[in-house]
């Protein structure tokens, strides 16, 4: 009995020794957890480029991968029927930009060119009001009246003609324009003598016709008026042009700084916003008779497309610059354009505008002269869109959803023109000032030795070539900025848009 309570007392002295050990193991492996990551079998084979990386998020041993070099997936991805063709290099933006702005016109290279074969004279180079004696001197059309005392049957109102005689009863004819109402009175007083003792003669100019002056252009019309707005004023008083502007209703549109006086074969500019705004005097031109005040209408028009509060064709001024363009449209949808492809077209050139710079960084050397049909485009960030243009039978602006292939794009063209090159399709990608070009053998594809696709993105234009290209630093530099810009035409055209 006593040998059976002791050999029980060992065991349960054993069992407790084993609690303890697997307690102590237990309580280690705890602490050992809590102080290092739990290490997962993760086998590196076959990896290239990687490297064990503990992950403070999701508490666990990760491979970390090197990043690749951003060239390598394209060409990874490029297919083997299609090359990168490399584009020359082009002259830097800020050269370029600063070669626009040599090309603009001083304001008398302007004027000339504006107005050829016409003498021009500035109004600083007129006289001053102080040094023109303004006097009347009788002229064509007007109508003159003539009062002889006691001599009712001989006073009427007499008319100068265009020859510059005016026929007065017992005297006939007898020129008189450019005389002065007091030496034309002399004159017939004498002749009168000859028939009335001692005339009694008064003259005076009951319409002077002669002294009217015409002013056109952005004028406002009475509302019975039928007609462009072309009114005749006669001058009075001081004969300024602030006179004459003081009876003139001006359109809110009028571009006051190109408003100009024709004076015979003479043009005299006038900036009738110094005048009137900034009371510069020296533009208060003194009016000749037969005078014509031209109160300029916008000059320009331009074309502002995509995501702009209000697209559509705009006169602008001949000062107008990119941000009054855009102004004029109610300025950029901020949230959808995509700024980095946005760009400005003049005759099928892409100019290097760089409208991030621009409208975010406020870097004014981007905001350029407009020209007459300038077309600015504003694209969408979001928006999937393909330009598929030459010998397809449908040429135009192709939506898609990702992911659409080349041979996809051409077949809802229609497909090829029997004249088209297939062994040398063009897609342009990427931005229009430093666009990506590349050049895809669609017949490879066609004749089912390839399995590969190449894939459009937003905004490729796809140019399907009649013959094949020889040379291509020779169409690059003739055919890019046409590619390029063809996608603000296209856009017109495949929308039928016609404000």
Known sequence: MAKNRLQG????????KHFSLIFLCVFTSFIFACTHPVIREISPQGKKGTQLKWDQETHRWVFKTK?????????????????????PPLKKEADRLIELQKRTLTKEEYLRTRFKGKEIIFPEDLPKNGEIEVK????????????????????????????????LPLIGDIHVEG??????????????????????????????????????GAVGKPETYIGPATMTYILRGDRTLLSILSVVSIKPNADLEESYIIRGDKIIP??????????????????????TLVISEPLKEIILLGEVKSPGRYKTNRKSTVLDALSRAGGVNSKNANLYMAYLARDNDILPINFKR??????????????????VYIPN???????????????????????????????????????????????VRG???????????????????????????????????RTAIADWNVFLSQMLPTLTSTRVIQTILNSGWNP
């Open 136 to 167: 009347y001197k009788i002229g064509i059309d007007d109508i003159l009246n003539i009062y002889i005392w006691k001599h009712e049957d001989l006073s009427m109102d007499v008319p100068v003609r265009s020859d510059g005689y005016a026929s």
């Open 179 to 216: 005389l002065e109402i007091p030496e034309f009175r002399a004159l017939i007083e004498k002749k009168y003598n000859e028939y009335i003792e001692n005339p009694q003669i008064t003259v005076t100019c009951k319409m002077p016709n002669s002294l009217q002056v015409s002013i056109v």
């Open 358 to 375: 621009l409208l975010d960084c406020g870097n004014m050397s981007q905001n350029i002269l407009l020209e007459n049909g300038d077309v």
């Open 9 to 16: 007392r060992i065991q349960v002295i054993k069992m407790k």
């Open 270 to 291: 006038v900036n009738l916003k110094a005048l009137l705004e900034d009371g510069d005097t020296s533009q208060n031109v003194i009016f000749h008779p037969q005078d």
């Open 431 to 465: 931005d229009p000032r430093k666009p990506e070009v590349y050049a895809v053998n669609v017949l490879e594809m066609m004749k089912g030795k390839s399995s590969e696709r190449f894939y459009l993105e937003k905004g490729d234009t796809v140019y399907v070539a």
């Open 381 to 427: 960030i979001n928006e999937n869109k393909a330009f598929v243009i030459g010998e397809v039978n449908v040429p135009g602006v192709k939506y898609f959803t990702d992911p659409m292939d080349l041979m996809e794009a051409i077949s809802s063209c229609g497909g090829f023109r029997t004249t088209a090159n297939r062994s040398q399709v063009v897609v």
């Open 67 to 87: 990043t690749p070099d951003r060239k390598a997936p394209q060409e990874s991805r490029l297919p083997s029927f299609a090359q990168a063709v490399p584009t």
